[in-house]
Structure formats: C-alpha cells, structure tokens
C-alpha cells in the first residue's frame, strides 16, 4: 500500500501556474496583444508531433496563440536558422521553441543560439543557459523549472541536500543541476559514463531522473524518504522511473503521466506570457 506517500500532482501544479496567467493574458488583450508561442519541429517523430501539438493545444485553451512551423527531416542547418531568423523578426511572436532533439546531420547548437535571447522561453541558447547558471535568467529551461516549481509548490526543502540528478543533456540535467545547486543542493550530475551510478543515487534526498531510459532507476537505488522527479517521457508514455517501485522508499515522487509534464508545459506558457509583456514594455 501506498497510501502514505506524496504522489506530486503535476496537473494541480500546471493548473495553479496557469490559473496566475488568465489576467496577465487579459491585461495583454487589452493592449491588442495576444502572447504568441512559435514551436519548431524538425523531422517526423510522432511523439515529438504529439508534444508539439498539446504545446499548441495549451496556448489555445488559455486564449493565447501558436504557429506551428514543421520542416522536413532533410533541413539543412541553415535553413533551420533562416527559419528561426524570421521568427525572430516578427512582431507578432514572442516566444520560440525548438523542439529537441533535432535530427544528427543538424548543427542543434548553431539552431539553438538562432533564437533571440528575447524569444527564447525555452532557455536553449549559450547566453540564456549561461544567464541561468548564474541564476537570473528570465527563462530557464522549461522542464528544469517544472521540477523546481513542484518542489516549491509542495515546500519541499533544498537547501543543502544532497541532489542526484541522472542524465546531462542542454535542456534538461545540465540546467536542472545548475538550479538546484543556485538553491544550494549539494549537486551530484550522473551520466552514461558514470560509475557506481546506483551509489551514487542511493544517497540522493532529492533524485532527478533525466535518462530517457523507460523504468531506469530501481526501486532499491531510493533512499529511504527521497523526493523522486521523473522527467522521463519514454515511448507509450513511460517515466524514466520505476514508479511502483521507487514509491516503496519514496517520500514523495512524480508519477508519469501528470507528473513533470504537464508543468512543463505550463512554464512554457509562462515564460510566453513573460516574453510577450516583457517585449510590449
Ligand atoms: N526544446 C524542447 N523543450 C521541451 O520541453 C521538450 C523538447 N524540446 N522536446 C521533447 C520534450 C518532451 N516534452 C514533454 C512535455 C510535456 C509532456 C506531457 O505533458 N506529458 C503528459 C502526457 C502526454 C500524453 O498524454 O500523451 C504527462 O506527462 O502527463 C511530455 C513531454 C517536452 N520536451
């Protein structure tokens, strides 16, 4: 039974950040301004598709608007950057997002750093995930900032814990070990080189499971009373972590689906609504 456990509510999460937007987007309107989320995908993979589209599917329920910009898997390099150049110089788009990853025979840095520093609610340039290391970027990361908002929303305690997060990649444990530390975790980052990865995670308080491996991390790798995130979105919808049983040792722990990702989602929204009244001043 795992009746005493906190399973962290990504939906109530998504819900209470969104629910703070529906003024600020009136408050825009009022200006003729409507926030605008561009997401660009690149290539054909379905599941990158389907995120896209409840990126888009979000932005409309909140009364904002998305362009949707699909490019075929053969785009060059630099025909992704023009692409992302003139989102740039439209006016009517304030946020860009590049779904990652893009396909190998594409430079992701070069198209990452396309974006404007303005624009770029997704904190994947040089600048902005630098701005973020040094803790005062205006728009981290969006799944990053997920994991950090359902640990404030649930006043789960950071500071000089000991957090173990499992994965390095640009958008995801790079900048979520970066956040952590700036709220003085002790930040141990683990990768597919690391050894003794297992005890290395046992002595995690708070673990972030950023693999892209489906059922990971193993239910004795938790250590007793741990705060678990799964920042995992496998194929058929299947977490990084082996939910039913991680919970067993868990103090609390993010469930996939309706764990960290809808609350990704949300801070994309978010951070468009930052952008929009930011770039309106
Ligand atoms: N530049 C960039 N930024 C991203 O943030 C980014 C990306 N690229 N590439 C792909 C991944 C994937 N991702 C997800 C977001 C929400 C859910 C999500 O909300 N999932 C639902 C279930 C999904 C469903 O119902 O099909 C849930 O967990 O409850 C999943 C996955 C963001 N990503």
């Not at 025909?79 to 304030?94: F, S």
């Not at 597919?192 to 046992?202: A, G, N």
Request: net charge negative; with cysteine.
């Amino acid at each position: 039974m795992v009746t005493d456990k906190l399973i962290l509510n990504g939906n109530q999460v998504a819900e209470s950040i969104k629910e703070a937007l529906v003024e600020r987007i009136q408050q825009l309107s009022h200006k003729g301004i409507v926030p605008c989320l561009a997401t660009v995908l690149v290539g054909e993979n379905p599941a990158s598709a389907t995120y896209v589209r409840m990126k888009g599917n979000a932005c409309k329920r909140l009364g904002m608007q998305s362009i949707r910009i699909d490019l075929p898997e053969a785009t060059t390099t630099k025909e992704l950057v023009a692409a992302i150049q003139q989102l740039n110089d439209d006016p009517g788009v304030h946020g860009i997002l590049l779904q990652h990853p893009v396909p190998a025979h594409i430079d992701e840095r070069a198209a990452f750093d396309a974006i404007r520093i303005e624009k770029d609610v997704d904190g994947v340039t040089t600048l902005g995930y630098a701005q973020n290391a040094f803790g005062f970027a205006k728009f981290p990361s969006c799944t990053p900032a997920a994991i950090m908002a359902i640990l404030a929303y649930y006043n789960l305690p950071i500071k000089g814990k000991h957090a173990v997060v499992i994965g390095r990649s640009p958008i995801l444990g790079k900048p979520v070990s970066a956040m952590l530390l700036n709220q003085d975790a002790t930040v141990t980052t683990c990768h597919s080189r690391t050894t003794h990865l297992e005890d290395l995670v046992r002595l995690g308080d708070i673990v972030v499971a950023a693999v892209g491996k489906p059922n990971f991390v193993k239910g004795d790798w938790i250590k007793p009373g741990a705060v678990v995130l799964d920042a995992g979105y496998n194929e058929g919808n299947i977490g990084d972590v082996d939910f039913e049983a991680c919970v067993e040792n868990a103090y609390a722990i993010t469930p996939v689906p309706a764990g960290v990702g809808p609350v990704t989602i949300a801070t994309l929204l978010k951070h468009t609504v930052d952008a929009a009244e930011l770039l309106s001043e």
